[in-house]
Structure formats: C-alpha cells, structure tokens
C-alpha cells in the first residue's frame, strides 16, 4: 500500500464552514452584498485589534487599494521588500509606479531597517522621497517594525504593511519600542493587508482584508473596492473602482475560519517547534538554520522554513517521498518583469543567500505528529546520504 502524500499547507475546515456557507447559500446572499461580509469585517478588527477592517477579493487586491488611496501614480517611487512573494509588488506596477528593494536582515529574514533608513534619507536629500514602504512580515515572523515606523515618520512616508502571511503574530510587551508592543501585525502602519488565499492560516478560498485606524481611509477603500458607486438607485461613480469586494459567500467560510483561529495558531506553533528542535540538533553539523524569530515578537508560524546548504538534495529527496516543499523565493529585484530597479541592502545580499538555500516543510494545521514524523526522517535520510524512508 503506498504511503499517502503530504501537502505543505493545506485548508483544515473542522468548525462551522459548512453550516455559514450553507447559511449564506440558503439566503441567496452569494455576491457581495450579504451579512457574512460585514460579520467578517467586525470580527476580524476585533481578532487583531483594528479600529476598521475592509473585506475584499485578495490580499493583491488590497495592496492595490492601498495604494490607490495613497496616490500612488504613475512614476512616483515605492520602496518594497526584496525577499516577498510577488504579489506584494506587482500592485505598484499595476499604478505605473517604480520599485525600489530593500534587502532582509539574517535576524529575521524582514526588511532590513536600517537598510530602509539610509535608503529615505538618501532619497530626501535627492529630492525624490517614495510615495510609500511597503513592509512584509515574511513567512509569518514580524518585521522589526519599530525602527522601520520611526524612519518613515521622519521622512513623512506612509507605511504598508503586509501581513498577508502573518495574521496572529504580534509584538510582546517586551518589544522595545512602545508604538508597536502589544499590538497585532497590520495595525500600526497606516494601512494593514491580509491574505485568505487557500495555503493562508484561515481561508475564504481566496480573498483579503485591509485595516486601519482612519475612518475616512476605510470608507474609500470601501467605496473604491465597489466600483466607486455612489449611494443611491442611480449608477454614478465618482472615480474609477474595481470589482474587488469579497463575496458574502466568502465571507460566511471567513466567518467561521475566523472561530477556529486560536486553535490553528497553537497547531502551527507546535510543529513549528519540532522543526526548530529538529533544526537546532542538525544545525553543528549540516549547518541548518530554523527562520529566527525576532527578540519580543510572537510569529503565526504560517510556513515552517529553514535555510541549509543542501537544500536541493532535501527538496528532491522528499518529492520523491510523495512529501511537498518549495524552495524560498528568488528576490523580486531577481524577477525578470521586475529587473531593472534599484536595491538598498547591507554589506552582505541576505535575500539571494535566502533563496539558494532555504525551504519551506509541511505545516498544516491538520498535520499530525506521525505525519510530521514521516517529513523529518526524509529530511534526516537526505542530510546523511540515506535512502528517502518510503514506507509500504
């Protein structure tokens, strides 16, 4: 009997989805006009302790609109993280806009601030300040957003922050810098962005959510999400809009993924343990490095990640097992629709070391210890030379 495949991040759907989905159905509420979506909204700002929450069609999507709402224009500069999926910089593009990278720090695999700092100041005294910084919190490990906050502030450029892989991590009391601790990612920046997409910690199939402590910016983003319509029977519309609010649909299986929560949290951060044991135990003699996490900050432990410099053995050693991983992302300033534009780093390129060697593993939150058994004795095998340990 072959041995079951395991993916790497998968939906887990043990609470109310179908009852809520079902519910929405039942009401014919299936667009995105309905109940479920402003549920989703209020429940969600409360979760991560938003004043406002704007539900819309993915985590893309609302990059897109934070822009938008921002100004950002054609030819005018945006600073990014270089090591991200692509999704958090195809938006500026979609504005006609240019990009400029900033490097990671090895500390955290994040946008390295002080990289961030030399870069505002050198753009100010070039007289060409960015219109925005967009920062991910990669993999689900916060940025150390504190410094990256205070140099923005100085330099009067608003903050983005994509949480789209981060929503449950947060900044401890014990973070040094007041404005973010004990707060949640995507609420101290001026905007926050989220993904549901299906590999998310919680999931509408596809779809994101914007936060924000402005009601006038969530009223906008609302308003632009909907095709810009003004109130009223009549269609008029003030501005070009998009089609990118969430359908109640989605949101009735948000709602419920949303529940579940806390407890998809407390899976995720205990297979994430075992891999950083793992990590730890391997780490003398094949050199691999768990993702740090950041002094006084609380990751979600969305995908479990480490770098080794055998990474393309392990990677072929496990898909022959019948086990998915994905070697880390090739830095966007890499990207070949992307190259061309600037990148501020350090004295050493951390986001190229990252993409040579590091992986993702299995982490769902409905991955079982056996199963997550299976995964490190392929990855044990592979380190040592060993057969892949396929089981009849």
């Not at 095709?227 to 969430?246: C, M, S, T």
Request: charged share 20%; net charge neutral; with cysteine.
């Amino acid at each position: 009997m072959a041995t079951q495949p395991i993916a790497l991040c998968v939906p887990h759907f043990p609470g109310n989805e179908r009852r809520y989905v079902l519910e929405a159905f039942d009401t014919g509420f299936v667009s995105s006009v309905g109940p479920f979506v402003e549920r989703f909204e209020r429940a969600f700002a409360a979760a991560v302790g938003a004043p406002h929450a704007v539900a819309c069609a993915s985590g893309t999507a609302a990059i897109h609109l934070a822009l938008r709402v921002l100004g950002v224009g054609a030819g005018d500069l945006v600073l990014c993280s270089d090591f991200t999926f692509i999704a958090s910089a195809n938006p500026v593009r979609y504005q006609l806009a240019e990009l400029g990278f900033i490097d990671s720090e090895a500390r955290s695999w994040n946008l390295d601030p002080r990289a961030l700092a030399r870069a505002l100041d050198e753009l100010a005294a070039s007289g060409r300040p960015p219109k925005a910084v967009i920062a991910v919190h990669v993999l689900g490990q916060p940025a150390d957003l504190g410094p990256i906050v205070e140099a923005c502030g100085r330099h009067r450029v608003p903050l983005i922050e994509d949480a789209a892989e981060a929503l449950g991590s947060g900044y401890d009391s014990d973070y040094p810098y007041p404005s973010c601790a004990g707060r949640q990612v995507g609420t101290i920046g001026g905007i926050g962005c989220f993904s549901f997409n299906g590999n998310k910690i919680i999931t509408t199939g596809g779809g994101g959510m914007l936060t924000t402590a402005d009601k006038d910016l969530a009223t906008r983003l609302r308003h632009l999400s909907t095709q810009a319509k003004l109130p009223g029977l009549a269609f008029v519309h003030d501005e070009v809009g998009y089609n990118y609010r969430l359908t109640n649909l989605a949101a009735a299986l948000g709602v419920a993924q949303l529940e579940c929560l806390p407890a998809f949290l407390s899976r995720k951060h205990a297979i994430a343990e075992r891999y950083r044991l793992w990590c730890e135990q391997q780490r003398e003699r094949w050199g691999t490095v768990y993702q740090p996490v950041l002094p006084g900050t609380s990751p979600s432990d969305w995908l479990c990640s480490f770098t080794v410099p055998q990474r393309d053995r392990l990677i072929a050693a496990c898909t022959a097992a019948g086990i998915q991983v994905r070697p880390l992302w090739l830095p966007l300033s890499q990207q070949p629709c992307l190259r061309g534009f600037r990148t501020w780093g350090g004295d050493e390129a951390v986001a190229p070391s990252l993409a040579a060697t590091g992986m993702s593993v299995p982490c769902s939150s409905s991955l079982t210890d056996t199963e997550q058994d299976r995964v490190l004795e392929v990855l044990s095998r592979a380190l040592t030379g060993g057969a892949p340990g396929m089981s009849s």
